[in-house]
């Protein structure tokens, strides 16, 4: 008895320890490339007043953060684009935010000159978020480097989930 025992809890932990190690690996937010829709262009200011275009980041993979001062995941979340940039902007990333704070530049200048964010952001406008299917904050879209939405969370990323999926897209098309 003891020994069938031993080898079902073998056997259960054995089967855990896989299903644990393969869902590790699969990238699941992210949409098969056959099946992405190409991100909607646009061209913003960012705070210096140089001109933001999302169809020059062709070539990179995006992350582009719909965001806004008042947003407490929002902020969360800045700092981990921020080491994203850091991290991967060698291999191809680009972060783009977006804030949606109905006041522009006013409360967005002194945030970024507080937080000294190391990507550029853009003010976003009620068409634009309509255009990205924006309802709420945060918002974040992986773009790969054909300028295809690859990937759409709505609420707060899981980062260890999020970084995974960019290493997914920056290695795509990219021999790695």
């Known amino acids: ?4 025992l031993s080898r079902a809890i073998g056997l259960a932990m054995a089967v855990s320890v896989v299903f644990l190690m393969g869902s590790m690996f699969v990238p699941a937010s992210i949409t098969a490339p056959s099946a992405r829709t190409t991100a909607t262009d646009f061209t913003l200011e960012d705070s210096t007043g140089a001109a933001i275009k999302l169809s020059d980041y062709r070539g990179k993979v995006v992350v582009l953060d719909f965001w806004a001062t008042w947003c ?38 002194p945030f970024l000159t507080a937080n000294r964010l190391n990507y550029p952001v853009v003010i976003g406008n009620a068409n634009l978020a309509k255009q990205f299917g924006v309802d709420g904050l945060p918002v974040t879209l992986l773009i790969d480097r054909h300028g295809k939405i690859a990937e759409v969370q709505a609420g707060m990323v899981d980062k260890s989930s999020f970084e995974i999926d960019i290493q997914s897209l920056l290695r795509e098309n990219n021999g790695k």
Do not use: A
């Open 1 to 4: 008895m003891r020994t069938h």
């Open 72 to 109: 407490h995941g929002c902020k969360i979340e800045i700092p981990w684009y921020m080491e994203f940039q850091k991290k991967y902007s060698d291999r191809g990333l680009s972060v783009i935010g977006v804030s949606m704070d109905d006041d522009g530049w006013k409360s967005v200048r």
